[in-house]
Nanobody, 116 residues
């Protein structure tokens, strides 16, 4: 069955970095566009970043441009999100999604908390 397992979340200080990973199984990972989304307490799900199956195009939410980098390793069936210069407003649960944008199969998420 399709599985997406996120990891790499945790507590980071403002200005710090975290690298999220999403390990995929049960489907042809290299054939799918993939995305990261996040949901902060009391807010809706927000599309943070996306990457085409062949990496020819990427998307970033305006508020994370220049700070976050999405990448993938199709040989390892893994999606990444490198998050630098973290801000308190980045605090949220981050989800891996099998689609370009929201609406695809979604993992269980990993919590990111940015606080001093």
């Amino acid at each position: 069955q399709v599985q997406l397992v996120e990891s790499g979340g945790g507590l980071a200080q403002p200005g710090g970095s975290l690298r999220l990973s999403c390990t995929a199984s049960g489907f042809a990972f290299s054939a799918y566009a993939m995305s990261w989304a996040r949901q902060a307490p009391g807010k809706g799900l927000e599309w943070v970043s996306g990457i085409y199956f062949d990496e020819r195009d990427t998307y970033y939410l305006d508020s994370v441009k220049g700070r976050f980098t999405i990448s993938r390793d199709n040989a390892k069936n893994t999606l990444y999100l490198q998050m630098n210069s973290l801000k308190s407003e980045d605090t949220a649960r981050y989800y891996c999604i099998r689609s370009w944008g929201l609406g695809g199969f979604t993992g269980q998420g990993t919590q990111v908390t940015v606080s001093s």
